[in-house]
C-alpha cells in the first residue's frame, strides 16, 4: 500500500492541526494503521493507532487526552486530530500501514512494514 500524509504545518502552543492520511488501493480495511513522529535528533515515536476496523485505538502516553486517531476506510483515510498543542510535538509526522488479520494493535515502528513521506508539524511557543 502507498500512504501519502498531509495537514502539517506551522500552529502557536495551544493550538490544533488535523493530519490525513490516504492510501492506495482497494484494501484499506485489511490494514491496521498508526501514526509515528520524528523530532530532529530523536528516535522515531509512536503517537497513535487503529485497528481496521476502528474500534480499538491506542496512545502514546505525551499525546492521551489530547490527539485522537480516526479513519474512514469509505475513503481510504486516517485522520490524527491534534488539540492543546505544545512545542515538544514539533516533528515530523509519520502515517504507517501493516496488514493485519485481527482486530490487534501495534505500536512499535518494526511493526509496520508500508511508510508514508511524513509531514512537519511546528508548534511555536
Known amino acids: 500500500v502507498q500512504l501519502q500524509a498531509s495537514g502539517g504545518g506551522l500552529v502557536q502552543t495551544g493550538g490544533s492541526l488535523r493530519l490525513s492520511c490516504v492510501a492506495s488501493?482497494?484494501?484499506?480495511?485489511?490494514?491496521?494503521m498508526a501514526w509515528f513522529r520524528q523530532a530532529p535528533g530523536k528516535e522515531r515515536e509512536f503517537v497513535a493507532a487503529?485497528?481496521?476496523?476502528?474500534?480499538?485505538?491506542d496512545y502514546g502516553d505525551s499525546v492521551k487526552g489530547r490527539f485522537t486517531i480516526s479513519r474512514d476506510n469509505a475513503k481510504n483515510t486516517m485522520y490524527l486530530q491534534m488539540l492543546s498543542l505544545k512545542p515538544e510535538d514539533t516533528a515530523v509526522y509519520y502515517c504507517?500501514?501493516?496488514?493485519?488479520?485481527?482486530?490487534?494493535?501495534?505500536?512499535?515502528?518494526?511493526?509496520?512494514?508500508?511508510w508514508g513521506q511524513g509531514t512537519l508539524v511546528t508548534v511555536s511557543s
Open positions: 488501493g482497494r484494501t484499506f480495511s485489511t490494514y491496521l
Open positions: 487503529i485497528s481496521r476496523s476502528g474500534g480499538r485505538t
Open positions: 504507517a500501514a501493516r496488514r493485519s488479520p485481527d482486530s490487534g494493535i501495534i505500536n512499535y515502528v518494526g511493526g509496520y512494514d508500508s
